[in-house]
């Protein structure tokens, strides 16, 4: 399967999520490109859908979660994934924070040239 920018395969795709994008996207590495997939979690394998290839990353949509993360909540509005205001109400509130927080102490890091000496943690 050539993986060039262009037309989408049809097919759906299994993989297993590696992390969480900035954007609440699950983060996936396939052939060694690295794949967003709307509506995963970091740990789960899902069945998705490429919506749009790219020279340097892809994009898909979950189409089934076939093992889901322990992180993983019914979202609280009805609209969750119609809508796309909300990208993370299918996560757990306190993982939510984390994943807020590590994203923040990530930008100090990158942008700043800090990192504080200790931050508390929710788990």
């Known amino acids: 399967m050539s993986r060039r920018r262009g037309k989408p395969p049809a097919e759906a795709i299994e993989v297993e999520i590696d992390s969480l994008s900035h954007e609440g996207r699950g983060v996936a590495h396939i052939n060694g490109k690295t794949t967003f997939i709307d509506g995963a979690l970091p740990g789960e394998i899902v069945r998705f859908h490429y919506r749009r290839l790219h020279s ?32 993370l109400q299918h996560l757990a509130p306190q993982a939510q924070i984390k994943h807020k927080q590590d994203v923040l102490l990530e930008q100090f890091r990158h942008n700043g040239g800090v990192s504080p000496d200790s931050h508390p943690r929710y788990a």
Do not use: Y
């Open 56 to 87: 340097r990353f892809d994009e898909g949509i979950v189409e089934a979660v076939l093992q889901a993360s322990p992180d993983r909540v019914v979202p609280a509005c009805e609209h969750f994934g119609i809508c796309g205001g909300c990208s």
